[in-house]
């Protein structure tokens, strides 16, 4: 597919390690030696003195600190050798000779050569030119080779050296993926839900398919359209499914590609992208994570390189006809930290949300997935739509993923509907841990925390129902949770509600006050989420009586955690802490009130749920609505 890739490669210490091997088989690591191996000796200098002496010795060889020599026939013990010719330096074939050669380690001795001069022993020293080659190549070679190496890895790590002319010609490419018409098999189909996204970029498709019917009419078309959403809504999928469905080429780039070590770089490539896109047309470039560039301008010192990145994209986005049938496709989840410049019309001047989906969206993206997967017995994807509020088509996509990967670790051969809520819980929580020893008395705490957090849920008004609660520890940390699920979306939350969350929240801490006296730990998680609700009531969502309609907080990257900036006076601050306080005080008096009154549903739940460790809602359910199977108190087990 992707047509511009190069066969790889070989790289340079490849081509370096092969040119060493072939300088070693051609010089030989040490030259041979020219007193040939007979049989070898070795013996100590005094036994070569005395032999020499006795003018015994035929001949002599010096080589790297190692005399070698041999003896006249006439000493030899045993005469097997042929005639000898002496020539000065004599080269001695030594396969047709085996004689002794006897090896003594050289001394320090600067009459030597008077004396074998004067006992007419013919004497060589063998200095080993091969090995001065080989030295003189490691030397200075090896050093160059190995630099030009560290270089080119440099150079290509900066620019990834491309096919382009001249020195530096690699350095702009703009590398971008380029696939060609009809190739990408992603279409509409695949992508669930996101319909308004579908219906926006569905005019692009037709443009693309028949450019003439708008051009005669006069209309322009967008040059570019934003996907802006939250990661993993599906912003690359819908990019892919507009190539597919238009069937043109499609050139795709991430934003972080553009961003090079050299100033102007970036420049380039966009300047080599958009040269590439006209070529092709009609075609549709992307731009993935196009904040990596596309981020605003500002005052202070700003980044040279992306800002002439970014001013190359806008001229670039300028320069071409509204209708030379390049479509500009771009994907962020920061669009409010994008450049204006880049927003304003004709440019980008098409905004395609892609929000994270509802629950038939969900459903639908489930289905999808679930589609590529075996699955036995009764399927029920909208009850897992429904208890995944909040989750990213990615996050779903991972969940049947998760489920089918459970399904073959237990040794199935299909998903079965069990797989596929473990796998929700695994997406929630972690995954068990089995190997966690609890003592009694602390699963005890859990325990009575979870159903304390359930039975003040069950007997709230404005509550979500009791989905699950279980104690087996998690991976995340968690020592147990307690899963809620609306039966039908919600798009809002009344004040009455958001109490109630808080409440909820709050009665995990009141049932462990409530039955040991004592708080842990453990309900850490549940008083941050509940302390953010209660500010957010206060600073955002206008629901506390003295401060009435008033925004003390703003919300700054929306599609990427909900940080928020305090923007009031520090006496104002001052007071939101003492209302936030006064609302979770309030709401954990009445988190006690509910328990208090339940306590004999809250003890035998508790009881169930140290005994099984996971109950459904259902279960839940039944026994506080059972009747009291103790007399001691007088329960009301209506709703
Ligand atoms: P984004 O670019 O918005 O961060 P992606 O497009 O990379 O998200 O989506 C990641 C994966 O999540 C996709 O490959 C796909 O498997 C799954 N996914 C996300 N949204 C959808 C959807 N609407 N329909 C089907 N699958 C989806
Ligand atoms: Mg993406
Ligand atoms: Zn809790």
Redesign the pocket.
């Known amino acids: 597919m992707d047509e511009k890739q190069k066969k790889p490669r070989r790289p340079l210490w490849f081509w370096l390690i092969l040119g060493l091997g072939a300088a070693v088989f051609i010089f030989g690591l040490g030259a041979p030696r020219t007193l040939s191996s007979g049989n070898e000796e070795n013996v100590t200098y005094d036994v070569f003195l005395t032999a020499l002496e006795e003018g015994k010795v035929q001949e002599v060889e010096l080589k790297s600190g190692t005399l070698y020599y041999t003896l006249k026939e006439t000493a030899q013990p045993a005469a097997t050798a042929g005639p000898q010719l002496n020539f000065g330096f004599r080269i001695m074939s030594g396969s047709s000779k085996k004689e002794t050669v006897y090896t003594v380690t050289a001394m320090e001795d600067p009459n030597l050569v008077d004396r074998l001069h004067a006992a007419g022993v013919t004497f060589s020293e063998n200095p080993g030119t091969g090995n001065m080659l080989l030295l003189i190549l490691l030397q200075y070679a090896v050093p160059i080779l190995f630099y030009i190496a560290i270089f080119s890895f440099l150079f290509r790590r900066m620019g990834k050296l491309g096919a382009g002319g001249g020195l530096m010609g690699g350095f702009g490419k703009s590398n971008a993926r380029s696939i060609d018409g009809g190739e990408v098999k992603t279409t509409f189909a695949d992508v669930a839900g996101q319909d308004e996204a579908k219906e926006s970029l569905q005019e692009i498709v037709s443009y693309l398919h028949n450019p003439k019917e708008y051009t005669e009419i006069g209309a322009r078309m967008p040059r570019g359209a934003l996907l802006i959403g939250p990661?993993?809504t599906g912003?690359?999928?819908m990019a892919r499914a507009v190539a597919g469905e238009a069937g043109v080429p499609f050139l795709s780039i991430s934003g972080p590609e553009f961003v090079e070590l050299f100033v102007g770089m970036g420049a380039s490539k966009v300047r080599d992208l958009f040269k590439e896109a006209r070529e092709k047309a009609p075609c549709i470039v992307f731009i993935?994570?196009i904040d990596a560039i596309g981020k605003k301008r500002d005052g202070f010192g700003g980044n040279d390189e992306r800002e002439q990145t970014l001013n190359q994209l806008l001229s670039e986005m300028d320069g071409f006809e509204g209708n030379s049938g390049v479509v500009v496709l771009a994907?962020t989840n920061r669009p409010e930290s994008l450049d204006k410049a880049l927003l304003r019309p004709g440019r980008f001047d098409r905004r395609v949300p892609v929000e994270l989906p509802d629950q038939s969206g969900r459903e639908a993206i489930l289905r999808i997935h679930c589609n590529r997967i075996k699955t036995e017995g009764p399927i029920d994807l909208a009850a897992i739509a429904r208890i995944t509020p909040g989750a990213s088509g990615a996050d779903l996509a991972n969940v049947i993923n998760e489920a089918a990967l459970c399904a073959v670790r237990s040794g199935r051969h299909a998903v079965k509907q069990k797989d596929l809520e473990d796998s929700v819980d695994v997406a929630l929580a972690g995954k068990q841990r089995k190997s966690m020893v609890i003592s009694q008395r602390e699963k005890e705490i859990i325990a009575y925390h979870e159903v304390g957090h359930a039975l003040v849920a069950a007997k709230q008004k404005g509550a979500s129902p009791v989905h699950k609660i279980t104690i087996i520890p998690r991976t995340s940390g968690a020592l147990g949770f307690t899963m809620q699920a609306d039966e039908d979306e919600r798009f809002l939350m009344d004040k009455q509600e958001a109490f109630a969350k808080i409440v909820t929240l709050t009665g995990g801490r009141a049932a462990e006050e409530i039955r040991f006296d004592s708080v842990t730990t453990g309900a850490s998680n549940d008083i941050e989420q509940a302390t953010g609700i209660a500010r957010a009531m206060i600073t955002r969502y206008g629901m506390s009586e003295s401060f009435g309609m008033t925004a003390f907080e703003q919300m700054v990257n929306p599609y990427l955690g909900n940080d928020t900036t305090m923007n009031c006076s520090q006496e104002t601050a001052a007071r939101i802490d003492r209302e936030v306080i006064a609302l979770i005080d309030k709401a954990y008096d009445q988190a006690k009130t509910i328990l208090r009154d339940n306590r004999s549903k809250l003890d035998e739940i508790a009881q169930v749920l140290i005994a099984r460790e996971t109950i459904s809602g259902q279960e839940f359910m039944d026994i506080l609505n059972a009747p009291v199977a103790l007399p001691a108190k007088q329960e009301e087990t209506n709703e």
Do not use: M, W
Request: glycine share 12%.
């Open positions: 990661p993993g912003k690359t999928l993935d994570e994907a």
